[in-house]
C-alpha cells in the first residue's frame, strides 16, 4: 500500500487555523482532492475530522485520537490510537492507497516517522493567516514526479527517494 501526505499549503506554510477553520477556499482544490483520494482510505488527526462536519462520501475515516472512549458514531469512520494504526488497519483492508489528509500534528508525525511513500502538495499562491502550518521537509529526500499548474496554486507530486534509488 501506498502511503501518501496530501495537503494544501500556502506560501507561508500554513494550513489551518487553530479553530480547525481552513483560511482559504479554493474550489478547484477540494474537486482536486475529492478526485484524487475518492474510494481510499483517509487518515487523519480528531480534529480535522471534527472540522469537517462528518465523514468525506465514498472513502473510510481511520480517524487518530488519544482520547479515552472516544467514539464516533458513524460507520464510515473508525477511531484509531495512533498514525501508524491507521495506516495498518487501512493495508488491512486491502486498499492499494491510503491518504494522510492532516492536520499540522499529523503532518508532522508522518514526515518525522518516515511514514509517507508519496506527497502530494497543493501550493498556494499566497500567503493566509493561521497557526497550523505545514512541517518543514528535507527537499533532498523527495524527487518532484510532476507538476500541474492551476491558476490559484500548483499541485506538486513528490516520491520519498529510498536508498535502493
Ligand atoms: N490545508 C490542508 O490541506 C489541511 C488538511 C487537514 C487539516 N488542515 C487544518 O489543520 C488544522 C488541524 O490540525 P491540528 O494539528 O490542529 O490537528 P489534527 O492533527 O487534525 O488533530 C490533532 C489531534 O489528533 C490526535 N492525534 C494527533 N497525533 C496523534 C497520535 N500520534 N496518536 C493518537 N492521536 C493523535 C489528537 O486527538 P485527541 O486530542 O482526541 O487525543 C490530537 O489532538 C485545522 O485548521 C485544519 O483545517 C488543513
Excluded: C, Q
Excluded at 35 to 40: D, H, K, Q
Excluded at 85 to 91: C, M, P, S
Excluded at 92 to 99: H, L, P, Q, T, V
Amino acid at each position: 500500500m501506498r502511503r501518501i501526505v496530501i495537503a494544501a499549503v500556502a506560501r507561508n506554510r500554513v494550513i489551518g487555523r487553530a479553530n480547525g477553520e481552513m483560511p482559504w477556499r479554493v474550489p478547484e482544490d477540494f474537486k482536486h482532492f475529492k478526485r484524487t483520494t475518492m474510494g481510499s482510505p483517509l487518515v487523519m488527526g480528531r480534529k480535522t475530522f471534527e472540522s469537517l462536519g462528518g465523514p468525506l462520501p465514498g472513502r473510510p475515516h481511520y480517524v487518530a485520537s488519544r482520547r479515552e472512549g472516544y467514539a464516533i458514531p458513524h460507520e464510515a469512520a473508525t477511531v484509531v490510537g495512533s498514525l501508524e494504526e491507521g495506516l495498518r488497519l487501512a493495508e488491512e483492508s486491502g486498499a492499494e492507497r491510503a491518504f494522510i489528509s492532516g492536520g499540522g500534528s499529523i503532518y508532522r508525525r508522518a514526515l518525522e516517522r518516515d511514514l509517507a511513500d508519496e506527497m502530494i502538495l497543493s501550493w498556494m499562491k499566497f500567503d493566509a493567516e493561521g497557526e497550523i502550518t505545514f512541517p518543514e521537509f528535507d527537499e533532498r529526500a523527495w524527487r518532484t514526479e510532476r507538476r500541474d499548474d492551476r491558476d490559484e496554486f500548483e499541485i506538486v507530486y513528490y516520491t520519498k527517494r529510498r536508498a535502493s534509488d
